[in-house]
């Protein structure tokens, strides 16, 4: 008789025959910095998460270090929002001053990786330059270059946008290399799908848009063919890691991109995914901690190379727990 259960008999084996290995050092934990002084506040919509200020960017990173936890993604949430988003390339705004924050306390001990897009920082919330109800792609290029560049002046060590025009990447990278930083890698949210598990987010970030949706920019989550087609043009054009977003409804996505591509794959396990999971846990209906193990375990298995979640502090303990990888 075959028998598959020989190899399930106590922990020892199941985890010598463990296909899918996990490690803190794929974990990115995403903070949002929120101008002003002395603010820690909880996201009522992403319970357990907070927005800093920049002056109090210490706590948050000493707290993720204590997890072994050494990669972050900075959101901003400025005070003014005006037509063209100019407090994302301010020199002085709050992504810019809560990296020279970091920076100034730990140099190489964190890796700090910014969001690059427009949407926190509009008036109308949309991702980009308006001409009417539209996004205006090239016009907007040239303010994305501008808020990457300003970031890696502030000593960002990896810049990733996220606002899905075409061309960006080559757009950043061309700036980033004609101010010299040739070493600064882009990770490209390259497939980044128009998803309805944003909510949460826009509620933390208050970058809702205030007409529309995001349609005319992020992909239609009908599609696979056209999801590998946007990383191909975002690896053309220079992107160092390919992410794919949403993370749990899009495991086929992450999987078909492993076969297309020699880029590290990222993937964004976003803000409804985490309050989903949260949510429910907190009602009784699932083991949260269970749940958490086992949809992040899916993404690495689905071919996923570095995990971006609120989970990330939860995820690195159960790893050393063995619970995870
Ligand atoms: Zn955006």
Same mark, same amino acid.
């Given at each position: 008789?075959?028998?598959?259960?020989?190899?399930?008999?106590?922990?020892?084996?199941?985890?010598?025959?463990?296909?899918?290995?996990?490690?803190?050092?794929?974990?990115?934990?995403?903070?949002?910095?929120?101008?002003?002084?002395?603010?820690?506040?909880?996201?009522?919509? #992403?319970? $357990?998460?907070?927005?800093?200020?920049?002056?109090?960017? &210490?706590?948050?990173? @000493?707290?993720? +270090? *204590? !997890?072994?936890?050494?990669?972050?993604?900075?959101?901003?949430?400025?005070?003014?929002?005006?037509?063209?988003?100019?407090?994302?390339?301010?020199?002085?705004?709050?992504?810019?001053?809560?990296?020279?924050?970091?920076?100034?306390?730990?140099?190489?001990?964190?890796?700090?990786?910014?969001?690059?897009?427009?949407?926190?920082?509009?008036?109308?919330?949309?991702?980009?330059? #308006?001409? $009417?109800?539209?996004?205006?792609?090239?016009?907007?290029? &040239?303010?994305?270059? @501008?808020?990457? +560049? *300003? !970031?890696?002046?502030?000593?960002?060590?990896?810049?990733?946008?996220?606002?899905?025009?075409?061309?960006?990447?080559?757009?950043?990278?061309?700036?980033?290399?004609?101010?010299?930083?040739?070493?600064?890698?882009?990770?490209?949210?390259?497939?980044?799908?128009?998803?309805?598990?944003?909510?949460?987010?826009?509620?933390?970030?208050?970058?809702?848009?205030?007409?529309?949706?995001?349609?005319?920019?992020?992909?239609?989550?009908?599609?696979?063919?056209?999801?590998?087609?946007?990383?191909?043009?975002?690896?053309?054009?220079?992107?160092?890691?390919?992410?794919?977003?949403?993370?749990?409804?899009?495991?086929?996505?992450?999987?078909?991109?492993?076969?297309?591509?020699?880029?590290?794959?990222?993937?964004?396990?976003?803000?409804?995914?985490?309050?989903?999971?949260?949510?429910?846990?907190?009602?009784?209906?699932?083991?949260?901690?269970?749940?958490?193990?086992?949809?992040?375990?899916?993404?690495?298995?689905?071919?996923?190379?570095?995990?971006?979640?609120?989970?990330?502090?939860?995820?690195?303990?159960?790893?050393?727990?063995?619970?995870?990888?």
């Amino acid at each position: 008789m075959n028998r598959g259960r020989r190899l399930r008999t106590n922990p020892l084996i199941r985890g010598m025959v463990r296909e899918t290995r996990a490690s803190r050092d794929s974990l990115i934990y995403p903070i949002f910095f929120e101008e002003g002084n002395n603010i820690k506040a909880h996201i009522d919509s #992403l319970e $357990g998460q907070y927005r800093y200020s920049p002056d109090r960017a &210490k706590e948050a990173i @000493d707290d993720c +270090l *204590s !997890h072994g936890v050494n990669k972050v993604l900075l959101f901003g949430i400025p005070k003014e929002k005006d037509s063209v988003g100019s407090q994302a390339y301010a020199e002085n705004g709050v992504v810019q001053q809560a990296i020279r924050e970091i920076k100034k306390e730990y140099k190489d001990e964190i890796y700090v990786i910014t969001d690059v897009c427009m949407c926190e920082y509009t008036s109308h919330g949309h991702c980009g330059i #308006l001409n $009417g109800n539209q996004v205006n792609n090239d016009e907007t290029l &040239k303010y994305l270059s @501008d808020i990457a +560049l *300003s !970031h890696v002046k502030a000593g960002a060590d990896m810049v990733a946008p996220s606002d899905m025009m075409d061309g960006r990447i080559a757009a950043i990278r061309e700036k980033l290399d004609g101010a010299g930083f040739i070493n600064t890698p882009i990770m490209s949210y390259a497939i980044k799908y128009a998803s309805s598990f944003y909510g949460p987010f826009r509620d933390a970030a208050g970058s809702a848009p205030s007409f529309g949706d995001r349609k005319a920019y992020q992909m239609d989550f009908g599609n696979m063919r056209e999801a590998i087609k946007e990383a191909n043009f975002d690896e053309e054009e220079g992107a160092d890691i390919l992410m794919v977003k949403p993370a749990l409804a899009f495991l086929d996505v992450i999987r078909e991109l492993s076969y297309n591509t020699n880029l590290p794959i990222a993937t964004y396990s976003v803000s409804g995914e985490y309050a989903m999971i949260k949510n429910a846990g907190k009602q009784g209906l699932i083991n949260e901690y269970g749940v958490m193990c086992e949809t992040t375990t899916s993404m690495l298995r689905a071919g996923a190379d570095i995990l971006i979640t609120y989970y990330a502090k939860e995820i690195a303990d159960a790893i050393l727990r063995g619970d995870i990888g």
